[in-house]
């Protein structure tokens, strides 16, 4: 067998061609295959090269404008979630960048004879918070129970800084005598919903405080269970209105508290 040896090869121009030198094949010119079968592996500094898919199973290649690599499957982007049941402050977790905001005002407080309160409004929102650091939390209280035709305390309203709010429910009798209170709405959300109302003298049965966006409220009582409602007023959702006392001689119970959530999104 001959063997030919040159160092370069050339078209009729003289321009475009390859060039050979110590075991290496230079291209001049643009290089255009049809079909291209590799023996062994491919390597170099181009950008356009594919980074080996070795150990790369369940991935898929990515780029950050300058290079290729391999980067994992993710189904979902949620990091983590916070509840504040009362005052607190919001900070951004690392890499952060959307929450999605629950703002629950706290339910008004109920009266004697069945007379109720009203649940606090409701907000919520999804937010971009790349160029917020921290947010001031507020939670609103649940209003007083009080005794036949006394007023209710009113809920207090819970908010996410300036962003959005929630107002806190009526108590009893606070806009009408021998009426359940008014619901509270809520604002700045890409959601607002108001607070069910209470029920009026003798309502319902017991007189069961409003429902707020996160459940009913305490259950109505009866004589021979004294304070019934009152005495466990904490078995309510969140912003319930309080639920008011059987007869004049029973006392209301107090309204829910609110709540604020904040599930924090990569």
């Known amino acids: 067998m001959s063997t030919l040896k040159v160092a370069s090869i050339r078209d009729l121009s003289g321009i475009g061609g390859f060039t ?54 993710s189904s979902e982007n949620i990091q983590s979630m916070q509840v504040w049941t009362g005052n607190g402050t919001w900070n951004r977790p690392s890499g952060v960048k959307y929450i999605h905001i629950r703002v629950q005002g706290g339910g008004g407080g109920a009266s004697g004879h069945g007379e109720s309160g009203a649940s606090g409004g409701y907000s919520e ?8 650091s921290s947010v001031g939390i507020t ?18 309203s819970s908010s996410f800084g300036p962003y959005l709010s929630a107002g806190g429910g009526h108590g009893a009798n606070r806009n009408n005598q021998h009426s359940g209170g008014l619901g509270r709405n809520g604002s700045g959300g890409d959601l607002n919903v108001w607070g069910g109302g209470g029920q009026s003298h003798h309502g319902g049965g017991g007189g069961v405080g409003g429902s707020s966006h996160f459940g009913g409220a305490v259950s109505g009582g009866w004589p021979n269970g004294g304070n019934f409602s009152h005495n466990h007023e904490d078995h309510a959702a969140y912003g319930a209105g309080g639920s008011g006392g059987h007869f004049h001689s029973f006392r209301g119970s107090n309204g829910k508290y609110g709540v604020v959530t904040v599930i924090n999104y990569k």
């Open 125 to 132: 929102r999804v937010l971009n918070v790349v160029n917020i």
């Open 139 to 156: 939670v609103g209280g649940g209003g007083g129970g009080t005794w036949y035709f006394g007023h209710g305390g009113d809920g207090g």
């Open 20 to 73: 050979l030198a110590s075991g290496n094949i230079t291209a001049n010119g643009t290089l255009t295959v049809s079909n291209l079968t590799v023996n062994g592996t491919m390597s170099g500094s181009s950008g356009q090269i594919v980074p080996s898919v070795s150990g790369q199973s369940g991935k898929f290649l990515t780029t950050n404008g300058s290079s290729m690599s391999w980067t994992s499957v």
